[in-house]
């Protein structure tokens, strides 16, 4: 997303319209920045990197902290392929497939490991 102005744009700019119109509207400032937030981080809420991250953290020991950033920002390109086989959305970490999305990325992860090298 970072690498995206115009989408960032975009959301900037439809966040800051439903702040205007919730201000208009008589809500007050701490709630018509809840209802723009809402808008700002939809479908947003959901890190892939960070999903990689634990699952690093977590199952390869092996993997030294100072090298666990690196291999996760180096495997995300290709860890496309799991992730977009999963429906996910910002409640995704809460449902049932968040598990076995992460058990697949546990063998995804194995296989770069023995065969590339950490």
């Not at 920045?33 to 020991?61: G, H, I, P």
């Not at 995300?76 to 449902?95: H, M, Q």
């Amino acid at each position: 997303m970072a690498g995206n102005p115009d989408f960032i744009r975009s959301r900037a700019d439809e966040a800051a319209n439903v702040y205007e119109h919730s201000i208009r509207d008589g809500l007050t400032v701490t709630q018509a920045l809840e209802q723009s937030d809402a808008v700002l981080y939809r479908d947003l809420q959901f890190s892939k990197f960070d999903t990689l991250f634990e699952v690093v953290s977590e199952w390869f020991l092996e993997v030294p902290p100072e090298k666990r950033k690196g291999l996760c920002l180096g495997l995300l390109p290709s860890a496309e392929a799991v992730f977009n086989k999963y429906p996910i959305d910002d409640r995704f970490e809460a449902s049932p497939s968040y598990r076995i999305l992460t058990i697949e990325l546990t063998g995804f992860i194995q296989s770069n490991i023995e065969q590339y090298g950490i």
